[in-house]
RNA sequence: GCGGAUGUAGCUCAGUUGGUUAGAGCGUCGGUUUGUGGUACCGAAUGUCGCCAGUUCGAAUCUGGUCAUCCGCCCCA
């Protein structure tokens, strides 16, 4: 019988017991920080309708970036972002949530799109949010990249440091209509600006794109600073300032380690003003492994009020699993934590052994039996050695007589014999 | 959708200019006397050499096709 693939598909992810246990030592650190700064945890469903996910009705264009199925007639496909399942979520609940509302879900998203390092189709990310209705000030742009940037620290002993490139649409916004670009004009600039760093080309591409005395002057914003605009149009001047304003609060925030990076943009179209992007400081070869920003229309298609949100995610998966691979990080920390491996030599001993586990357990030490009683005693040992446990609890024939475990420590090899209140007493004491 | 690379044991890979029964390490299982692991020694199992066709006396090896995987691009809504 031909066997099948033990493979998961392409771009899918599983974890080794080790890696898990180190993904959800992270997952739950950054929860922490959440937690501590009042966010909610909403869980969503995973499926979207198709109309929710996307505006365009190309269903075949639109199908080589997402999963997207039908039942019957309702089209629908998996959630590649947790913001636009928060969108229909906030509209629908406007009557349920106090605003601003700080939101955060810790989901798998799905992409189409052919999986590279560092790429996957199905991945988790944390998504944070803080939405207000009607307005919500840039104030919080500030908060949600502070808060991002501890939930980085509180993982960086495990994955390197980050640091914050911060962009900012309004300015550009300001600055196309200050040269009197067309629309058409812009979005090529704008296409043109994100792939800024890929580009070997990039102002002789802006001046086929806008023209050379425009593409000169959106050139000096890289090489003369974003500030020599201050006073071109009164547009500009608000769009600085609001960025000297958000460097200011993320200082005040003790947030060091953000810089204004023009370029970046973003290629999400619902990004309204600020946008940033974390990056790996230790492993610069990482895609970024966060970033979001300000969106003021996102649920316009949901609701007939107004909600403002800013948002942002971290792509755990991308973070973790990516290090993982290359083995950057250090595993000895997450080995399981198992205290008490319980050896019971024969069918006859398993009962005083049941026992005993229930009594470690119920002292809430990690505690598990070797219940194929009748195996040899060697192989018994070997698995309270593989698994790593602390200590091996013999149980033999004497032992069930005599009422005293054979407890050794497994680093030492040293034995003794200890009633099992003692032994209680020893494992609660060490661990 | 485009380009490059790679498909050999559970995993990582080696297989010389095509030449007998296809190899290693790791892992797995068994053993090195009966209630003691980590290191050591001995032994065993496991492969349609990705799939299909072609060239040849003979193909893991050469050719064509196909599929899959990885890397990069496009894209990133």
Redesign the pocket.
Known sequence: M?LKP??P???FIELTPVQQRCFDTCVERMRGVLNTAGYTRLDLPAIERAEV????DNWDE?E???FLFQKGDTKMGLR??GTVGLSRYIAGHLNDLVFPFRAYQFARNY?????????YREFYQMDIDILGLESLSTNYDAEIVATLSRMYDSISDIVGRVKIKVGNRRFWNAMFEYLKLTDEQSRAAF?LID?KD?LKDFLPALIDAVGEKSANEINDVFTNGYWSFINKSVNLKSAVSEMDDFMRLLKSMGIENAEIDVSIM?????YTGVVFEFFSVDYP?LPAVGGGGRYENLASKFSKTKIVGVGASIGVSRLLVALMEENKIDMGRFENPIVAAVLP?GNSSVPFAMGVVNKLRAKNITAVAYLDAE?????Q??Y???I?AKF?L??????VKSKEI?V??????E?QKLSVADTVKLLKTVY
């Open positions: 031909e033990t493979k598909l392409s771009g996910l996307t505006d365009k639109i080589t970036q997402m590649y972002d992409r189409g799109e052919r999986p590279q390092r560092g790429r296409v792939k890929k973003r290629g999400h179209s619902y070869w030599m195996k040899k005693f060697k192989n040992i070997e309270a050695d593989k790593k091996s013999i149980i033999g024939e004497d032992e054979s050794k420590d497994m680093a030492t090899g034995q």
